[in-house]
């Protein structure tokens, strides 16, 4: 994936230095902006992305528009859960305060937000994101997010986000080092199918969820494996998935493996 790294339009002279820092950071080469458009340069320089220095963070283009951070729903659901209508997820997870979660498919990170808030300071989530890109521009947007909503910015902040496939991250680690491991492949799903995700395309890893994934997830967990999918959705493992009460009326299903029984 060919990418570089820019300013934006009519920014301060110093987001040209703080975008050279970003490309040595990532050994991407950094192209000073004269004139003409992003479409323009992606095309000149034969380019699939850019991460762009902005007055409010980096943000990812490409041929189908412009990333950012957002937090999404997950604010909506931290109120949920402090008002006491639940989290379907969480519920999933069986979230307590304290625990340690893995989210193998972090995205815009609006399930990590709301695991954040679940385990409270005293947890931890660490988001992995296979495509370089976004992790980027989410782990930038989660530290430099503020709102009015103290509980959701703070929960923004707590997270780790790592930039890395799921199975390379796992070689790494030893057993029952999470209480949970969760994935959302539907993330993916939504990049090809939803008109609102078409900058991700292709700038996202494309790669499937496997069963080598799964068997090494089992490993890490100390409780249990949590995936999101279609509600019709046929799983890796399919034999050893329990699903998690409630949605009764969904298009979405959470499957649990217990792992620490």
């Known amino acids: 994936m060919r990418l570089a790294v820019t300013v934006g339009k009519n920014g301060h002279p110093g987001l040209l230095s703080l975008a050279g820092e970003w490309a040595e950071q990532l050994g991407l080469p950094l192209i000073e902006r004269e004139r003409g458009t992003l ?62 979660v893995l989210d193998c498919t972090l995205g815009l990170a609006a399930d990590a937000c709301t695991a954040a808030f679940a385990v409270g300071a005293g947890g931890r989530v660490v988001g992995l994101e296979a495509s370089m890109p976004v992790a980027f521009v989410i782990k930038h947007g989660l530290e430099r997010y503020r709102s009015e909503d103290v509980d959701a910015a703070a929960a923004a902040q707590r997270i780790e986000v790592i930039s890395s496939r799921a199975e390379d991250y796992f070689a790494a680690l030893p057993d ?71 949605g009764k009326y969904s298009s979405i299903k959470y499957s649990v493996i217990e792992v620490g029984t």
């Not at 900058?199 to 490993?219: D, N």
């Not at 494996?225 to 998935?241: A, C, H």
Request: charge should be neutral.
């Open 39 to 100: 479409e323009e340069l992606l095309k000149e320089e034969n380019l699939c992305g850019l991460i762009i220095a902005t007055a409010h963070g980096p943000r990812a283009y490409s041929a189908g528009g412009s990333l950012f951070f957002h937090p999404g729903m997950s604010a909506l659901r931290i109120r949920n859960i402090r008002e006491g209508k639940g989290d379907r997820m969480v519920e999933a997870m069986q979230l307590q305060e304290g625990m340690s």
């Open 176 to 246: 029952d080092c999470f209480d949970i491991v969760y994935f959302d492949p539907m993330f993916s799903n939504a990049i090809k199918g939803s008109s609102a995700m078409n900058p991700l395309r292709p700038l996202a890893f494309a790669g499937e969820l496997s069963e080598s994934a799964l068997l090494q997830a089992k490993r890490v967990a100390r409780q249990r494996v949590v995936l999101k999918s279609g509600k019709y959705d046929r799983l890796p493992l399919e034999n050893e998935w329990q699903t998690a009460p409630g």
